[in-house]
């Protein structure tokens, strides 16, 4: 008898704790929390940090780049990434870390350019956008198409003594 | 008008009555040939009935001038000739027209001068109303207080402040024009760039310019957004010197639908290498502490 209670208990526990989480993850859901209007806006905005990463890229790839100017390049790519992605490597397609990513670019004199951003579809806390990506050294040219999540949840975030939720948007994965 | 007024007509008459049969005569009685006059003689011989001799039409009808009235009876003829009973039919018709003209000429005149008048009245009325219904203004440029350069249109906001109410003035040529309803009109010139000032500018008012002070910080940053990469490492001790550690940024995103919020660290991050982004972005709004740090900004993106 107390081991069904128990079963039934911990059943109860399990449902209550699942639905906590499901609201959870609908409040911080694009969908629910945008208008199409606003969320238009916010992809648009989300294409430029794309455009300014392969902007950092190409400074940061460039032989006469210092390490001090690098080790900035390297703050303020990484600040454009959510924690932990990881990323295409343009050569292989295996998939590293943004660090790693840098390391293989740096020196390599590599011009990229992009164009075609498109979201392709809208998910939990993040959508997918796809570009073609040109990636030229010396005589060289390399395209390529990429598939990128941009995350865009809340976060709370410090101005100083301040503390406030912001709605953040990180760059994600390559797939 | 005179007798003599009566015969100076009386010869127009004659030359026009000697020209309807001598029409290649186009002249005056100066010009009036002996052949003419030999012509004239025949002409009032056949029509009247009656001799006039040369001599007297030189003394009479070729004479500019008269200083006395011809004979009664040289008159009579001259005058059947042109196609009246004689002398006293002529003035008597000649006087009639004479007093028509002078009336159609006096009601001519009254008739300008209603019509002048009107057109004063009309003027004057005209010249009032646009007088007392156009607001005076008053054209004031906006300059840099400290290098005297015109300030752009995009940099600067000017308002009016009527009844406690905020009216936006446009800016063309990085001018303002300014409408003096009253001896009170207050303007406030608002901007990002510089600091805030307000004046009064009234009808005696001879400023024609607004010297706006620059917010050093503010300037600073409208740099640091435009520059290249070359020297981000003094940009970097910079803009942590001209930032509060409190600093919130506010990007406001295309048609106001939505804001991305970045706090001191990031923002710096993103003026120490600026990219084509940063480049585009448009400072709205700037808020500093009160050790003169800047602790808001509102940008366009």
Redesign the interface.
């Known amino acids: 008898m107390i081991k069904y209670f128990t079963v039934i208990l911990f059943l109860f526990y399990n449902c209550t704790f699942a639905q906590e989480a499901n609201h959870a993850i609908a409040a911080n859901s694009i969908k629910t929390n945008f208008s199409v209007k606003a969320l238009e806006a916010y992809e648009e905005n989300s294409f430029s940090k794309l455009e300014d990463f392969y902007e950092l890229l190409e400074i940061y790839s460039a032989k006469n780049t210092p390490n001090t100017l690098k080790k900035q390049l390297e703050e303020r790519i990484n600040a454009l990434y959510k924690e932990n992605t990881l990323v295409s490597d343009f050569f292989t397609s295996d998939k590293i870390s943004v660090d790693r990513l840098l390391e293989k670019v740096a020196s390599k004199e590599l011009k990229f350019e992009i164009k075609n951003i498109q979201k392709v579809k809208t998910f939990g806390n993040y959508w997918t956008a796809s570009y073609i990506l040109t990636i030229q050294r010396d005589t060289e040219t390399l395209q390529k198409n990429i598939s990128q999540r941009i995350y865009f949840y809340p976060e709370a975030k410090t101005f100083g003594n301040k503390k406030k939720e912001v709605w953040s948007l990180f760059l994600g994965e390559m797939e | 008008m005179t007798e003599l007024d009566f015969f100076q007509l009386l010869k127009q008459e004659v030359l026009l009555t000697y020209q309807k049969q001598y029409p290649y005569f186009q002249g005056n009685w100066k010009s009036f040939s002996s052949q003419d006059i030999q012509n004239l003689i025949e002409l009032v011989e056949e029509k009247t009935r009656q001799g006039i001799s040369e001599k007297w039409i030189y003394t009479h009808l070729k004479a500019e001038t008269n200083s006395k009235l011809p004979r009664k009876d040289m008159l009579d003829i001259l005058s059947q000739f042109s196609g009246f009973s004689g002398w006293d039919e002529f003035v008597f018709k000649n006087r009639e027209v004479a007093v028509e003209q002078k009336e159609n000429h006096s009601q001519k005149n009254k008739r300008h001068f209603v019509v002048i008048g009107f057109l004063a009245v009309i003027m004057v009325a005209i010249l009032f109303f646009a007088y007392s219904g156009k607001k005076q203004t008053q054209k004031l440029q906006l300059k840099n207080e400290f290098t005297n350069d015109t300030i752009q249109a995009k940099e600067v906001k000017a308002y009016t402040i009527e009844d406690d109410k905020k009216i936006e003035i446009p800016i063309r040529n990085s001018e303002i024009e300014v409408a003096l309803k009253d001896e009170n009109a207050k303007v406030v010139i608002q901007s990002p760039y510089y600091k805030k000032q307000e004046i009064k500018v009234n009808k005696t008012s001879e400023k024609t310019e607004i010297l706006l002070q620059p917010d050093d910080y503010a300037m600073m940053l409208k740099a640091f957004m435009k520059s290249d990469?070359k020297d981000?490492?003094t940009r970097?001790i910079q803009l942590n010197k001209i930032l509060?550690?409190?600093?919130?940024v506010i990007?406001m995103?295309?048609?106001d639908?939505?804001a991305?919020?970045f706090?001191?660290n990031?923002f710096s991050?993103?003026l120490?290498?600026p990219?084509?982004?940063v480049k585009r972005m448009q400072i709205l709004e700037i808020k500093n502490n009160d050790e003169g740090k800047i602790e808001f900004i509102r940008i366009k993106?």
Request: net charge negative.
């Open positions: 990469i981000w490492e970097k509060s550690d409190n600093l919130e990007v995103l295309k048609n639908l939505g991305e919020y706090n001191k990031e991050e993103k120490v290498i990219t084509e982004s993106q």
